[in-house]
């Protein structure tokens, strides 16, 4: 019986689904197998099953898989034993990426944004120098709520389309003086793309980088990306520069791609593969200390 399951979601697999089972002595016998969409197995660490004799078998699975994906088929296989009693083991989340807060680094604290920060983050986010290179427009304290809203709920990556949004928080400064973000892209293709948006009055001090390369280890050490990518206005030289000292490389520049603002816009792209993320840590490139 194959069925595509949503985590947290109920599988009954009722009496008339086991007319080929070989009933068995002792205790009632569940055997899961998962298998993602490129055919690669899933392995299961735990899942609950329960017996009853008027409704069959009813599993509530909750799993822990490697590699992680979203979405997973499910094959049960079973041969149970009618018993009086249900059974049930602990279960935990089926999760890609949920990362325990805050996240250290020699200089900062990485955390999700929460409404306390709203005077912070609009302090930057209403500057022109920050939007001149992003689609929005400075913003005002009555336009921002909302847009708070959205990146204090961008605390995990369950599936595709999710993503991460952490303040970025020096410890010598104590208040949030910037974001980096990280996207999931395609879970079928295993592409996220990063961002970062830093304070003016604290740029040139490494806080961007020291926060990007903990996003990356996130995405490539959590996530198992195959790629990320970094995309940015033409115009935005500074961004750039830092893109390449993360070690990606600009594979793409798009002349006048984009009508933004009132003006033609140019786009460049950047990516970096696994293996040569990989490759960067094995030469000796800081990693970003990450702890906890």
Not at 91 to 111: G, H, K, Q, S
Not at 120 to 146: K, M
Not at 268 to 280: G, H, P
Request: net charge negative; with cysteine; hydrophobic share 40%.
């Amino acid at each position: 019986m194959n069925t595509e399951v949503d985590e947290h979601r109920d599988v009954r697999l009722d009496a008339d689904d086991r007319s080929e089972a070989e009933p068995i002595m002792g205790d009632p016998v569940v055997q899961l197998e998962m298998f993602d969409r490129s055919g690669d197995r899933c392995h299961i660490e735990r899942a609950t099953w329960q017996w009853t004799p008027d409704h069959g078998v009813d599993l509530f699975i909750a799993f822990s898989i490697r590699p992680r994906a979203a979405s997973c088929r499910r094959k049960a296989r079973y041969w149970p034993q009618i018993v009086e009693t249900a059974a049930a083991f602990t279960t935990y989340d089926a999760v890609m990426l949920r990362p325990a807060y805050p996240i250290e680094t020699p200089r900062l604290l990485l955390r999700p944004v929460v409404a306390a920060d709203f005077d912070d983050l609009l302090a930057y986010y209403s500057q022109p120098e920050v939007a001149r290179f992003l689609y929005n427009e400075p913003y005002t304290a009555a336009d921002f709520t909302e847009v708070l809203e959205r990146k204090a709920a961008r605390t995990a990556i369950d599936s595709e389309g999710d993503g991460l949004v952490l303040a970025i928080v020096p410890r010598d400064v104590g208040r949030v003086v910037g974001d980096v973000s990280l996207a999931f892209l395609s879970e079928a293709h295993k592409v996220a793309e990063l961002g970062f948006v830093v304070s003016p009055e604290f740029q040139g001090r490494g806080y961007a980088r020291e926060a990007a390369e903990v996003v990356m280890r996130l995405g490539f050490e959590g996530l198992e990306l195959h790629r990320l990518i970094g995309r940015l206005d033409g115009r935005n030289t500074a961004s750039a520069f830092l893109l390449e000292r993360l070690g990606m490389h600009r594979e793409a520049h798009f002349v006048e791609n984009e009508w933004v603002k009132g003006q033609w816009t140019d786009e460049l792209d950047y990516a970096i593969l696994r293996v040569e993320w990989k490759r960067r840590q094995l030469d000796g490139v800081p990693k970003g200390d990450v702890d906890g």
